[in-house]
């Protein structure tokens, strides 16, 4: 049963000279025959969220190619996905201009830094970045980290350093911010890019 | 193109309207405009395809099933306790497989082969509906749910799209017969049921998804039920076999010597799923308004073959176009799956 189940829907070249359009009369062949002059050409849509604010609408991002190498892969158009519950489909101009924003010769694609005085930015390596970036905080915890107020009560803060992280985070990525920054002391963080 | 051209601008009024919206759940089939549409979308594909004939005889076939389905005559009812109870367990409360069909369906199939025959002068078909003049009962009920229980062994490969378009009239009637009877505002006799990828009345498979351009400035998906035409949500990029969100794909037909680099915006696609390797078509009306699933699934069997040969297998059932046994024995990669 399950056998003759699954042989009703499956489709062969075979299968078409038996099937009812070959038994009602009717010829396979040109419909075999136009099978030559094509190909397939393969699109992928990816759900996603829009990266500008803490809306977070839904996207649907359409692509050609796939991540296989030597094969060119690249988004073609972007919309707002009709499913989601916040924009039901819709995007804000920001949003709607979001295939330029991916293609964008202008976008920041590594480190770089502009020295105090300097108009210049220089790029740097991702170890040097995390390296100076780790020394700095460093540098100004150390100096202004607060461990009591005037009271002599415990308050462990410090508020000199600030960090603004993505607004299009999920649930877990907030968690993991937020313990690690508290855990330091850091108050002033949020996760929104109304910017 | 950038993607605002598509996006239409909404003034904060529209916006508030919209604000408290709900997905239509379903869209059940209209009686004026089902079948009149397939027809006319069959007679504007079959222009220059090489199916033509094939779909000329469809595009008739759908003329008759109109033309019944216009008059049908009074069949039995469920009662609302029945619709109530099926509705209780999640199951769809007109179920194909066990549902004790009235007999009215029988004469309908006769009027359906003796409207049909007039209409087929020179089609190749002639010959094979001649022959369905004097079938049975019997062998029409036996025909019947060999069809509905998905049953090859001996079926009738030349009477099946008929005996299935006499199958869908009936079905078809029997949803908006009861919608007409029973469906106010307080109750609605169709509704989400267990099986997200069976049909909410009649639990059969879909032809093919739709992608719908609706008034209220939705854009929504629905599967196209292949037995009663009803239409059922269910969100983007999701297998409609399987139900996995992971490794969709949309594969169209390009013409063989065309470059790789340019973006597909076919408006019928197939969508195929690595997690089950299963594809069901999807006729997209935001790329052409005119698609319509069953007439655009026949017209594109170019796209099954390929997407066959690719190695997914067929998950959308089209009751006009049944695969029979290949001529050689049984493929051994075929003994896994769901």
């Known amino acids: ?195 | 193109m950038t993607a605002s051209q598509t996006i239409p601008l909404l003034s904060p009024e529209e916006i508030a309207v919209r604000a408290g919206q709900q997905v239509p759940y379903q869209h059940l089939p209209d009686r004026l405009n089902l079948f009149f549409d397939r027809e006319t979308r069959l007679r504007q594909r079959a222009a220059g395809h090489p199916m033509r004939d094939f779909l000329l005889f469809a595009a008739e076939l759908t003329h008759v099933q109109h033309d019944l389905l216009q008059n049908y005559p009074e069949v039995a009812l469920p009662d609302t306790d029945a619709l109530q109870s099926a509705a209780q367990v999640a199951k769809p409360p007109l179920p194909a497989e066990h549902w004790p069909r009235d007999p009215q369906w029988r004469m309908q199939f006769r009027r359906l082969v003796e409207q049909l025959l007039p209409r087929l002068k020179d089609n190749p078909a002639r010959a094979s509906v001649e022959k369905l003049q004097d079938i049975s009962d019997e062998a029409l009920e036996q025909q019947a749910d060999r069809l509905l229980n998905q049953v090859m062994f001996g079926l009738d490969m030349a009477a099946a799209p008929l005996v299935a378009a006499a199958l869908q009239i009936y079905w078809t009637h029997l949803v908006l017969a009861i919608l007409a009877r029973y469906g106010n505002q307080d109750f609605s006799p169709f509704g989400r049921t267990s099986d997200a990828t069976a049909c909410p009345c009649c639990g059969s498979r879909p032809t093919a998804s739709v992608s719908r351009l609706d008034s209220t400035g939705g854009q929504y998906r629905y599967l196209h039920c292949s037995l009663c035409a009803t239409q059922w949500h269910m969100v983007r990029i999701k297998c409609s076999h399987c139900e996995s969100t992971k490794g969709i794909h949309y594969h169209s037909m390009q013409v063989a010597d065309a470059r790789d680099d340019v973006p597909a915006k076919a408006s019928i696609e197939a969508e195929t799923c690595d997690e089950c390797n299963h594809y069901l078509k999807i006729v997209r009306m935001e790329r052409d308004h005119e698609v319509e699933p069953v007439a655009d699934d026949l017209a594109t069997l170019t796209l099954d073959l390929l997407v066959s040969e690719a190695g997914y297998l067929r998950h959308g059932v089209n009751l006009l176009l049944l695969f029979g046994e290949p001529s050689e024995a049984g493929d051994p990669g075929d003994s896994g799956g769901p």
């Open chain 1, 1 to 195: 049963m399950e056998m003759n189940r699954r042989q009703f829907f499956k489709v062969t070249g075979a299968g078409l000279s038996t099937s009812t359009l070959v038994a009602l009369g009717f010829s396979p062949a040109p419909a075999l025959a136009e099978t030559r002059s094509f190909k397939l050409a393969k699109a992928t849509e990816t759900r996603n969220t829009c990266p500008y604010c803490s809306v977070g609408c839904g996207i649907i991002m359409y692509s050609v190619g796939d991540k296989a190498k030597n094969v060119k892969s690249e988004i073609f158009h972007i919309e707002g996905d009709p499913d989601h519950p916040v924009n039901r489909g819709t995007l804000c101009p920001k949003g709607a201009g979001l295939l330029d924003f991916v293609h964008s010769p202008n976008r920041l694609k590594y480190p770089q830094v502009r020295e105090a005085g300097s108009k210049e930015w220089k790029r740097i390596s991702w170890d040097e970045a995390m390296t100076r970036i780790a020394k700095l905080m460093k540098e100004d915890r150390d100096a202004n980290f607060v461990a009591k107020n005037a009271d002599g009560k415990t308050v462990n803060r410090w508020t000199t350093t600030g960090m603004l992280c993505a607004s299009a985070s999920s649930n877990e990525t907030g968690y993991i911010t937020h313990k690690v920054m508290r855990s330091m002391g850091m108050l002033v963080f949020d996760n929104q890019a109304r910017v």
